[in-house]
């Protein structure tokens, strides 16, 4: 089984209808109504502090069990995808410690990216990492590969703080993933990792929100955006 990223091409015969032409801004995109985006930014900001500390909270050897079987997953889709270069990311704040597993993927011949965050406001790059490369530190002090040229990977495996079910992530509220996501061009498949109990029911999404293709907790089958859409 192959999996594919979900980049979706909208029928340029198509247009809003009158009715709608209201709700859209100047460049085309949906408004957003000024007092709800207020009202999900401080929910958002009372929901990571919660969903942090629970995490946080949660004993090592659970949270390992938990990594092993999302490694299993893991394995399980960058296997059907055929991807040859995988971002995963430096683990902080508790998030689920992959480090052992992109040493598995070097060993096995699978490229591996670390992201870069180059600036606030500003999508991240993708340089390659192999073991024993040399590391330097950027924003908030996560180490990145210090030398090399920038590579776009085919998936990206972003951590989170909350998530639902349609695939939404919630994260740090950089906006760094979506960003990125947003314009790198092939689109690669995108894969959110987390605990189970960071399962929100909705994140509500704004309009610069961009869903993952696919969520893994570990806890029960991946979660695949792509079902969701075709069973609507």
């Known amino acids: 089984m192959a999996i594919t990223s979900e980049a979706e091409s909208a029928d340029s015969t198509l247009a809003s209808s009158p009715c709608m032409l209201h709700e859209l ?56 995808a055929h991807s040859s270069l995988v971002s995963v990311y430096w683990p902080i704040r508790g998030e689920p410690d992959l480090r052992a597993w992109m040493h598995a993927l070097a060993g096995r011949g699978v490229r591996v990216a670390l992201p870069v965050a180059v600036a606030l406001g ?46 939404y992530r919630l994260g740090y509220g950089g906006g760094f993933f979506d960003r990125t996501l947003g314009v790198i061009s092939p689109k690669p498949v995108a894969i959110g990792v987390g605990y189970p109990g960071a399962l929100l029911r909705t994140i509500f999404p704004q309009p610069y929100d ?13 979660l695949r955006r792509a079902q ?4 609507r």
């Not at 390992?64 to 997953?73: F, K, N, P």
């Not at 924003?139 to 495996?157: H, M, R, T």
């Not at 969701?228 to 069973?231: G, I």
């Open 25 to 80: 801004g100047p460049d085309g995109a949906p408004r957003v109504d000024p007092q709800q985006a207020t009202d999900v930014a401080r929910w958002r900001k009372a929901e990571r502090e919660r969903l942090m500390s629970g995490r946080m909270a949660l004993a090592s050897d659970m949270r390992a069990a938990q990594t092993l079987a999302m490694v299993r997953d893991l394995d399980s889709l960058v296997a059907s």
């Open 122 to 167: 500003q999508p991240l790059i993708f340089r390659e990492w192999r073991p024993h490369v040399r590391l330097t530190r950027g924003l908030w002090n996560i180490p990145y590969p210090a030398d090399g040229a920038e590579v776009v990977p085919s998936i990206v495996v972003a951590p989170m703080v909350g998530f639902d079910r349609e695939c």
């Open 210 to 222: 961009i869903p993952m293709d696919w969520i893994v907790t570990g806890m029960s089958a991946p």
């Open 228 to 231: 969701l859409a075709a069973s």
